[in-house]
T-cell receptor, first 110, second 115 residues
Framework: GDSVTQMEGPVTLSEEAFLTINCTYTATGYPSLFWYVQYPGEGLQLLLKATKADDKGSNKGFEATYRKETTSFHLEKGSVQVSDSAVYFCALAGAQKLVFGQGTRLTINP | GAGVSQSPRYKVAKRGQDVALRCDPISGHVSLFWYQQALGQGPEFLTYFQNEAQLDKSGLPSDRFFAERPEGSVSTLKIQRTQQEDSAVYLC?????????????FGPGTRLTVL
């Protein structure tokens, strides 16, 4: 069945560091891919998405490119801020449901 | 309201009790999803409604779990004879159109603790 694998956390970085959170998937066909973020005390919210191969999703300085050759959708940001501290979930759109990775907790220190 | 709301936010139940969790989706949203999120894990799909029709309930872990959305808006997830392994955060999400390909808007969740 469909599945998503994320790099294990927690990840701790200093402010202004470069961020990469790896995500790979297994699926039939070419599903839409998503990154959701959960800030402390808040619900899950969509960060960015890509609907087909080679699409790049971007939002709030974060980017991820849909790579069908490597079945990957890695999340990147060039310069992280303390306010980016949160849990990040990679997900794919399966048949009538989202399939999530296990989440990566990110902490940014000033 | 502007977003998806869930109630109660926290529920403590004794093992064997029945519980009911409510979800108020964004007005007019066709699709409604329930997910279960164990501590330190990603959400896992439970069930999907398109309007009032429950089109997929493949993720419900046992026949103790039951969901309904009788008028195509508010939904209730009911768990009968709760067990300790049911302890988790239960998330509700809604989407403007049918299917999972569109953005899902999540509620804050209900944290269920079964003692």
């Amino acid at each position: 069945g469909d599945s998503v694998t994320q790099m294990e956390g927690p990840v701790t970085l200093s402010e202004e560091a470069f961020l990469t959170i790896n995500c790979t998937y297994t699926a039939t066909g070419y599903p839409s891919l998503f990154w959701y973020v959960q800030y402390p005390g808040e619900g899950l919210q969509l960060l960015l998405k890509a609907t087909k191969a080679d699409d790049k999703g971007s939002n709030k300085g974060f980017e991820a490119t849909y790579r069908k050759e490597t079945t990957s959708f890695h999340l990147e940001k060039g310069s992280v801020q303390v306010s980016d501290s949160a849990v990040y979930f990679c997900a794919l759109a399966g048949a009538q449901k989202l399939v999530f990775g296990q989440g990566t907790r990110l902490t940014i220190n000033p | 309201g502007a977003g998806v709301s869930q109630s109660p936010r926290y529920k403590v139940a004794k093992r064997g009790q029945d519980v009911a969790l409510r979800c108020d989706p964004i007005s007019g949203h066709v699709s409604l999803f329930w997910y279960q999120q164990a501590l330190g894990q990603g959400p896992e799909f439970l069930t999907y409604f398109q309007n009032e029709a429950q089109l997929d309930k493949s993720g419900l872990p046992s026949d103790r779990f039951f969901a309904e959305r009788p008028e195509g808006s508010v939904s209730t997830l009911k768990i009968q004879r709760t067990q300790q392994e049911d302890s988790a955060v239960y998330l509700c999400a809604s989407s403007r159109r049918e299917g999972s390909y569109n953005e899902q808007f999540f509620g804050p969740g209900t944290r269920l603790t079964v003692l």
